[in-house]
């Protein structure tokens, strides 16, 4: 079997492709949840402290130096990949590999992270995490940290999800991108069944993947979770969906551009 130069140069994005990325990202986020409800809520992670030198919260303080760090050895080059806080980034240190270049260039301006971060912490870490405080305040701000940069690489997929739709039929998309058809292009990209499919499935990783281990395990009605599974669930159907198809409208109202 021949192998094309593209799939020996770099990644190759199509609809069956990107949908299994997105179905391995959600094992990532499932294991996001399940690491951040180890600790307790932590509040003194998201309020003011006494950094020195830093006005923002303890949180603020982890994932915008853990952002400048990752720059620096070329996180960001990725197109797949989102920052926070873009602003003063430091340049990449290290020679780029070469992306596949699959997207418009006016993907790189679309950034909904500022509503991904309000989202999590005042509506989605409220609904899972128990309240109290156990002092690792650290700890708790890197497990923040992995599961918001995993639930913003989700929903910032969108970009290459709709070009791949683009591509496969430019001219219905063209038309309804010419005529900033919303709700067309929105109605367009939908596809219920694949949407409850994923609902599902997200549900039964966290049942498998949080379900507490013992040995005598006979007794299925004694099976514990570390995470409500109706919480990743509704993660997906409340937030993750939606933003990821907000993404893809985005994304295609500048296709043209
Ligand atoms: O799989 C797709 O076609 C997507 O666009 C992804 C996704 C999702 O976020 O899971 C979003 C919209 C579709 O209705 C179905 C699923």
Do not use: C
């Not at 179905?23 to 986020?29: G, L, M, N, S």
């Not at 301006?109 to 609904?127: G, M, Q, R, T």
């Not at 496969?168 to 900033?180: F, N, W």
């Amino acid at each position: 079997e021949e192998l094309s130069l593209e799939s020996v140069k770099g990644k190759v994005y199509t609809l069956d492709s990107v949908r299994e990325a997105l179905i391995r990202q959600e094992d990532t986020i499932v294991f996001g949840l399940i690491e951040r409800a180890k600790f307790l809520m932590n509040s003194r992670t998201y309020g003011r402290e006494e950094i020195p030198g830093f006005a923002g919260s303890l949180a603020e303080f982890v994932v915008k130096n853990t952002e400048a760090v990752q720059a620096k050895v070329g996180r960001y080059n990725n197109p797949e990949e989102n920052p926070f806080f873009p602003e003063n980034l430091p340049p990449s240190l290290v020679p780029s590999y070469s992306f596949t270049q699959f997207l418009h260039p006016k993907a790189a301006s679309i950034n909904i992270n500022k509503s991904i971060w309000k989202i999590y912490f005042d509506e989605l870490l409220p609904s899972f995490v128990a309240s109290g405080d156990d002092g690792n305040y650290a700890q708790t701000a890197a497990s923040d940290l992995s599961l918001l940069q995993a639930i913003s690489r989700r929903i910032h997929y969108g970009k290459f999800v709709a070009e791949v739709k683009f591509r496969e039929s430019a001219q219905q998309y063209e038309s309804l991108i010419r005529a900033e058809d919303k709700g067309g292009l929105m109605k367009l990209l939908t596809f219920e069944s694949v949407e409850e499919t994923v609902r599902k499935r997200v549900e039964k990783k966290a049942m498998v993947f949080g379900q507490n281990v013992t040995l005598n395990n006979g007794d299925d009605k004694n099976v514990t979770y570390k995470v409500d599974p109706s919480v990743a669930a509704n993660l997906y159907k409340n937030w993750i969906i939606p933003l990821t198809k907000d993404v893809q409208v985005e994304y295609l109202l500048h296709r043209l551009d």
